[in-house]
């Protein structure tokens, strides 16, 4: 099956840890939570322009990917003998797993109920990978991983059971899918090498595919009502992959800018984006007059009305500047102040 992408509107927030370039970010939760690799290997959760480093681990270097609605973290730990192992992350205690047979356990994402989803392989991730679904609660591990695969990658799981993934084998293009009790679904988004990363409850999907020069451009949706196209302005050559969504329809994406510099954002529908920028006016500044101009924009922007809804926000900003020193820190004030530009850039303000 393949299904063609579509252009939509969706607000562009950055991802910015200062002092530093993004390498990777996976993992989106419900609570805005994203799971960062900094350029100098600092992996942790980013949240709202706020990262946390993940605490040490004793085994090996820790890198995060995946989060969950509770906070609990899977990654891989990269022992002194330069093979990895997976890891449960819950509070400040690492537990750490390994497929038996493999040298290397790369969990990429854990869900609601605690599973983990990932691949393992020996040699080289391009070469033979499994896919797997991992219960920490038995210690099983259930292969996933289709038939004539020489390359699976499993990424993302939701309530339902789906797990998510991209395979290919020899002389066939690489191919997104959806596993379910032992059966696959597979598909392609745009005619092009389809790599499918997250899941969310509703069955929504997130992903990129890649032309043959490995042009990537992010996705969202499902293949039975199509996909949107998420790709950054500003991306070099290699485009935009996204790789995780939450149940609020928002996608994590990883670009390179055409400066060289890595970069991340989360992509959210203008609505979403207007809830999380009420959510970070609120109790900032004087009274609740910055509340106030959130939710007159929200009230123009449901009833459609583009330029009340911009003269809004354009009355936010200004607030915002006056009160930057005073009621409101410089630090905070650019945070609000970037991502009200970002909803005004998506929605068309001039």
């Known amino acids: 099956m393949t299904i063609l992408l579509i252009a939509a509107t969706y607000v562009f927030t950055p991802i910015v840890v200062p002092g530093s370039s993004i390498q990777v970010a996976f993992g989106l939760n419900d609570s805005e939570q994203t799971m960062v690799t900094t350029a100098d290997g600092v992996s942790g959760v980013y949240r709202r322009g706020t990262f946390t480093p993940l605490p040490p681990s004793d085994a090996g270097l820790a890198t995060g990917f995946g989060i969950n609605n509770d906070g609990v973290i899977t990654g891989t730990i990269t022992l002194a003998d330069g093979s990895d192992q997976g890891f449960i992350l819950s509070?400040?205690?690492?537990?750490?797993?390994?497929?038996?047979?493999?040298?290397?356990?790369?969990?990429?994402?854990i869900d609601n109920a605690g599973m983990v989803t990932g691949f393992s392989f020996n040699a080289v991730p391009t070469v033979g990978s499994r896919g797997f679904l991992y219960d920490p609660a038995t210690g099983t591990f259930t292969d996933v991983t289709p038939s004539g695969s020489t390359f699976t990658l499993v990424q993302g799981s939701n309530v339902a059971g789906q797990v998510t993934g991209n395979s290919q084998g020899r002389g066939v293009t690489r191919y997104g899918f959806v596993w379910q009790g032992g059966s696959f679904t597979t598909f392609r988004v745009g005619d092009l090498r389809t790599n499918?990363?997250?899941?969310?409850?509703?069955g929504l999907m997130t992903g990129f595919n890649l032309t043959l020069s490995a042009n990537a451009a992010g996705f969202i949706g499902t293949p039975s009502t199509g996909f949107?196209?998420?790709?950054?302005?500003?991306?070099?050559?290699?485009g935009t992959s996204c790789e995780g969504i939450n149940n609020l329809r928002q996608v994590v994406c990883v670009y390179v800018d055409?400066?060289?510099v890595g970069r991340a954002f989360i992509a959210s529908l203008p609505e979403v984006a207007l809830a999380r920028l009420l959510d970070d006016v609120t109790g900032v500044g004087p009274g609740k007059s910055f509340e106030a101009k959130v939710m007159d924009a929200q009230t123009d922007?449901?009833?459609?009305?583009i330029a009340s809804t911009c003269a809004d926000l354009n009355d936010l900003l200004k607030e915002v500047k006056a009160q930057t020193g005073k009621k409101v820190s410089a630090a905070v004030?650019?945070?609000?102040?970037?991502?009200?530009?970002?909803?005004?850039?998506?929605?068309?303000?001039r």
Not at 196 to 202: E, F
Not at 228 to 238: G, K, L, M, S, T
Not at 301 to 305: F, T
Request: charged share 15%; hydrophobic share 40%; aromatic share 12%.
């Open 228 to 238: 949107d196209r998420i790709a950054a302005p500003d991306a070099d050559e290699f």
């Open 301 to 305: 922007y449901a009833g459609a009305d």
């Open 258 to 260: 055409a400066a060289g």
């Open 333 to 349: 004030a650019g945070f609000m102040s970037t991502n009200t530009t970002a909803i005004q850039s998506a929605i068309g303000c």
């Open 91 to 109: 509070g400040s205690t690492y537990t750490t797993f390994s497929r038996p047979g493999f040298i290397y356990t790369a969990p990429r994402a």
């Open 196 to 202: 499918v990363r997250g899941i969310n409850d509703a």
